[in-house]
C-alpha cells in the first residue's frame, strides 16, 4: 500500500478509537537534536554504557558525572520539542490521546504540553539524593561545576532516571502496562523494541486486542511482530503528514 493510504488507514483508526496511547522512544527526539544511544551517532558509540550502571556509579560518582553531563545535559538543555511532541500535545488536548508511555528522559513531551505521560525511564531534568531521597530540578544547579551536591546533606546527587541494574519506577510501570491492556489504539514512535521490558509494551497492547500503528524510519523488533500498520520515516515528517488527516474537517 502507498503511504497516502496507510496514512489514511491510520488517521481512521485512530479518530474512531476510545483509548489511544502513544509508546515513545529516542527516535522521536532525534529531530530536536538528541543522540539516540544505539546506532549510527549514537551515545555509546563515544561513551561506555558503564558510566550508567549504577554499582559504577557508586563507586565513581565524581567521574560519572563529567561524562554524564556531557551526554546529556549539553544536548537536554537546548533541545526543543519537534512537530511529532507537539502533535501528541494536540492530540491529547482534543481528546484523541489518553496517554504517552515514553522510554525518554529529555522532559520534552512535558515541554511540548503534554499532561499525561508515564516516563519508563525517569527524567533528566530531576535529581536525587540516595542518602536522604530529597529531589531537585537539574535548572536550580549550576552543571558546569560538577558534581552538583545535596543541599541537604552533601552528597553527591544523581540524575533521577534509570541506570543499568536500577529498577523502573513502580508508578510509572503500573501505569504503562495499565493503559496498553486498556488501548484500543497503540502509537509505537521512534523505538526499535530493544530495550526490556519496556518493549514489552506494545506486545502486551496488541494482545489485548489493540491496534499497532508504527512510525519508524527502519523496520524495527515490532514491525513484523506486532505492527498492523506500518508508516516509515522520521517521526516529525510523518506526524506532520498524519496531522493534516487526522484534523481535516475538525474545529480543534
Not at 527526539?29 to 543522540?35: A, R
Not at 530529597?134 to 551536591?149: Q, R, S, T
Not at 524510519?217 to 516509515?232: A, G, H
Request: net charge neutral; glycine share 8%.
Amino acid at each position: 500500500m502507498t503511504m497516502e493510504i496507510l496514512l489514511n488507514e491510520a488517521a481512521k483508526t485512530i479518530r474512531a478509537a476510545k483509548h489511544v496511547i502513544a509508546f515513545t522512544g529516542a527516535g522521536i527526539s532525534v529531530e530536536s537534536g538528541i543522540p539516540p544511544f544505539r546506532g549510527s551517532g549514537g551515545i555509546w558509540n563515544k561513551y561506555d554504557p558503564k558510566l550508567l550502571d549504577i554499582d559504577y556509579y557508586l563507586h565513581n560518582q565524581e567521574l560519572c558525572w563529567i561524562s554524564i553531563r556531557e551526554m546529556f545535559y549539553d544536548f537536554f538543555n537546548v533541545a526543543k520539542p519537534n512537530k511529532a511532541h507537539l502533535l501528541l500535545a494536540r492530540m491529547e488536548q482534543a481528546g484523541m490521546l489518553k496517554a504517552v508511555i515514553t522510554q525518554n528522559i529529555d522532559n520534552l513531551h512535558q515541554e511540548a504540553g503534554s499532561r499525561t505521560v508515564y516516563e519508563f525511564h525517569g527524567n533528566s531534568k530531576k535529581l536525587v539524593c540516595l542518602k536522604c531521597f530529597k529531589e531537585y530540578h537539574a535548572g536550580d544547579f549550576d552543571l558546569k561545576k560538577i558534581p552538583p551536591l545535596c543541599k541537604n546533606d552533601g552528597s553527591i546527587l544523581k540524575p533521577n532516571f534509570v541506570f543499568f541494574g536500577d529498577g523502573i519506577p513502580p508508578g510509572a510501570y503500573t501505569a504503562s502496562f495499565r493503559n496498553a491492556e486498556i488501548c484500543d489504539v497503540c502509537l509505537i514512535i521512534g523505538s526499535t523494541g530493544e530495550v526490556m521490558p519496556a518493549s514489552y509494551i506494545p506486545g502486551t497492547a496488541r494482545s489485548h486486542g489493540a491496534t499497532i500503528i508504527e512510525i519508524n524510519p527502519e523496520p524495527s523488533n515490532f514491525t513484523r511482530k506486532v505492527t498492523d500498520i506500518f508508516l516509515q520515516g522520521r517521526a516529525g515528517e510523518v506526524m506532520g503528514k498524519l496531522e493534516q488527516k487526522l484534523f481535516e474537517g475538525l474545529n480543534v
